[in-house]
Each structure stands twice: as structure tokens, then as C-alpha cells.
């Protein structure tokens, strides 16, 4: 069992920068490919970005390349996602997910753990 505990987010103007992190808890961490959703209302959870156990890989959604990095720190069993260059529509819901065999890794089933949620709003 895993549980992800999620911090960060909140309320930001656009073209600013906000930094969210996802700590696991519980079974090895670094065994663990992880990622990042996001579910804005009205829509389907989507994928945002995914990095392999040893963070030697890394993956974004094509709205998001080029202004989000996923990182992870295996000691501290944590993985980050800095957002910049924010924009109105990356407001939504945003959850970090776990998941040990992970083969479609944009894919929501693939992930076996999933965190609380946090809420990003950006102003125009």
C-alpha cells in the first residue's frame, strides 16, 4: 500500500510559476513510476506529465512541454512538478499518481495509488 500526500497549488496570476509535490508513503517509493493529472470541472481527468522509477525518463502532455518539469527525489520519496509560465487554462484539480507497472503511461488505469488533490487557479 502506498499514500501519496499531496502539497502546493493554489492561486496564481498568469505567467507565474507555482510548484507542486506528492510524498509517498508506506512500500518503495523508487520501485514506482509516477505522474501528474489534472481535471478541470466539467472535464475528463488527463494526463500532464509521467518520469520513470529512476527519473532517468520523462514524459509531458503537449500543452504543458516546454513549461512543466517533473522531478522526483527518491530519498525523500517525493516527486515535484514545477509549473511556469502559467496560463488560465491550467486551472484544474491537479493529482500525482503511482503506479509499479506501468506500461501506457499517459493512461489514468495504468496507476495504482492516486493523491488527494490539490486545486491550481490561474488569473488572467
Known amino acids: 500500500q502506498v499514500q501519496l500526500e499531496q502539497s502546493g497549488g493554489g492561486l496564481v496570476q498568469a505567467g507565474g510559476s507555482l510548484r507542486l509535490s506528492c510524498a509517498a508513503s508506506?512500500?518503495?517509493?523508487?520501485?514506482?513510476?509516477m505522474g501528474w493529472f489534472r481535471q478541470a470541472p466539467g472535464k475528463e481527468r488527463e494526463f500532464v506529465a509521467g518520469?520513470?522509477?529512476?527519473?532517468?525518463?520523462?514524459y509531458y502532455a503537449d500543452a504543458v512541454k516546454g513549461r512543466f518539469t517533473i522531478s522526483r527525489d527518491n530519498a525523500k520519496s517525493t516527486v515535484y512538478l514545477q509549473m511556469n509560465s502559467l496560463k488560465p487554462e491550467d486551472t484544474a484539480a491537479y493529482y500525482c499518481?503511482?503506479?509499479?507497472?506501468?506500461?501506457?503511461?499517459?493512461?489514468?488505469?495504468?496507476?495504482?495509488?492516486w493523491g488527494q488533490g490539490t486545486q491550481v487557479t490561474v488569473s488572467s
Open positions: 508506506g512500500r518503495t517509493f523508487s520501485s514506482y513510476t
Open positions: 499518481a503511482a503506479g509499479l507497472t506501468v506500461r501506457r503511461l499517459r493512461m489514468r488505469i495504468e496507476y495504482d495509488y
Open positions: 518520469i520513470s522509477w529512476s527519473g532517468s525518463s520523462t
